[in-house]
């Protein structure tokens, strides 16, 4: 509730708001302590002593402590934002995990189901990863050596 109220409020409205109710608790409390003491003296300069103290005291109080609730909020804000982010991104993270049978031949995977599928496409499916293919550097080398042999043999054909 407090913290609606500094929202609602701001930090100088919730202080001077304070302030004022600790003047008013202030003069009240001084005021029936006078009379129950100083049955026929004046009351004026207890009403004064009463104002004067809160309205020095409080506002600094009362602006400390509101600027540090808007800060807690403000920060609780910011996590609140930081949790529903980090919850977005794991509900998007599919993982994957356990034991992959593979062939040991043609490296297709066996999925639930018993059914074989290119590594390419099994990975796709329960790992939302895209490939691009190319060739490495020992594969370009084998593949160029196969063609220029292939070459060789037609030639002598």
Known sequence: MFRHLVRRLGVWGT???ITLLSIIISV???TIISLMINSGESLLPDIMIAAAIPLVIAPVFSLVFVSLLK???DAEQKNSQLVDELQTSLAKTKMLS???PIC???KKIRDDAG???QVEVYIRDHAEVDFSHGLCPDCSNDLA???AE???KSVNS
Do not use: E, T, V
């Open 145 to 147: 050596a196969q063609i």
């Open 104 to 106: 040991a031949s043609c």
């Open 28 to 30: 009240i409390i001084r």
């Open 115 to 117: 059914y074989w599928h």
């Open 98 to 100: 356990g034991l992959l």
């Open 71 to 73: 800060q807690i909020d």
């Open 150 to 152: 292939m070459k060789k």
């Open 15 to 17: 202080s001077f708001l």
